[in-house]
């Protein structure tokens, strides 16, 4: 049988055999799976990377690991997952987030709707439930020496230093401090009050059918005159004089709501409102 020649373009696609028989031969599957194994060839393209890239690539990877474990045990593992409700705002905190903070205090609204598609008691987020019925009161607001700790979710939206009595998680520390203030608002320190509210209330009467006739103004605004005038004149001995004024300002109700619109913000970002105390503290 005649043997037979290798053509120009044999078993290599086109490539000569001068050329093919001068290209180096393959490495053996054996090495090229040591060399797979090497941690350096896995380290190599981390390696080439800046050191503030790599350390954000880190960063992100574990905060998303986080997030998506916390899913997982709100959803399946935490002890109020049989509690009806929407499954997203049992997983996360975006839905009380997005009415809150985007649509500025709306959430209400939607617990609302809530309890109308999933009965009395509500999942409203991973942390809370909420209750429309009456039965459960005196369980909600227990007293005598039931404990009752605030949620902290909810005392990092109250606006104020964490120190103070109206941002204090612990029941008995929160106890100790009203225990300080409670005598000035006991119902016999109150009823001495009694005359001086009624003073600014019958001025305030006066001064809303006077101003009235001129035009058309915002009787929130009066209100607030009137609270502002009372509490100041109790706390501070003497009252700072706004229903005495020609007009209605200044007051404090638009400093006030732009303290309150932050309110929801603080609690989903609560670093904010400790950025906040110490730009006041070295002012």
């Given at each position: 049988?005649?043997?037979?020649?290798?053509?120009?373009?044999?078993?290599?696609?086109?490539?000569?055999?001068?050329?093919?028989?001068?290209?180096?031969?393959?490495?053996?599957?054996?090495?090229?799976?040591?060399?797979?194994?090497?941690?350096?060839?896995?380290?190599?393209?981390?390696?080439?990377?800046?050191?503030?890239?790599?350390?954000?690539?880190?960063?992100?990877?574990?905060?998303?690991?986080?997030?998506?474990?916390?899913?997982?045990?709100?959803?399946?593992?935490?002890?109020?997952?049989?509690?009806?409700?929407?499954?997203?705002?049992?997983?996360?905190?975006?839905?009380?987030?997005?009415?809150?903070?985007?649509?500025?205090?709306?959430?209400?609204?939607?617990?609302?709707?809530?309890?109308?598609?999933?009965?009395?008691?509500?999942?409203?987020?991973?942390?809370?439930?909420?209750?429309?019925?009456?039965?459960?009161?005196?369980?909600?607001?227990?007293?005598g020496n039931r404990k009752r700790d605030k949620p902290v979710h909810q005392v990092l939206g109250s606006g104020v230093a964490e120190h103070a009595t109206f941002s204090t998680v612990s029941h008995d520390v929160h106890r100790m401090r009203r225990g300080a203030l409670a005598k000035f608002f006991s119902r016999a320190q109150v009823s001495h009050l009694e005359p001086t509210v009624r003073d600014l209330a019958s001025r305030l009467c006066d001064k809303i059918l006077r101003v009235g006739q001129e035009a058309p103004f915002d009787v929130t605004t009066a209100y607030s005159l009137f609270t502002t005038d009372v509490i100041s004149g109790y706390c501070l001995g003497e009252n700072l004089g706004l229903i005495a004024q020609q007009g209605w300002e200044p007051n404090f109700r638009e400093p006030l709501y732009a303290q309150l619109r932050l309110v929801y913000l603080f609690r989903f970002i609560p670093f904010l409102k400790h950025a906040g105390v110490a730009m006041a503290m070295y002012e």
């Open positions: 049988m005649e043997e037979r020649r290798p053509s120009v373009a044999d078993e290599g696609h086109g490539v000569p055999i001068s050329a093919r028989l001068a290209m180096p031969a393959p490495p053996p599957l054996a090495k090229i799976l040591a060399v797979a194994k090497e941690p350096y060839v896995t380290r190599t393209a981390y390696a080439s990377l800046p050191l503030p890239v790599s350390l954000l690539l880190v960063a992100t990877g574990t905060w998303i690991v986080c997030q998506w474990t916390k899913i997982v045990y709100n959803l399946f593992f935490h002890p109020l997952r049989h509690i009806p409700g929407p499954r997203l705002a049992a997983a996360t905190y975006l839905p009380e987030f997005y009415y809150d903070v985007i649509k500025s205090g709306r959430y209400t609204r939607r617990i609302q709707q809530m309890h109308q598609q999933y009965g009395p008691i509500v999942r409203i987020n991973p942390s809370e439930v909420h209750c429309s019925d009456r039965r459960f009161i005196e369980e909600i607001y227990a007293g």
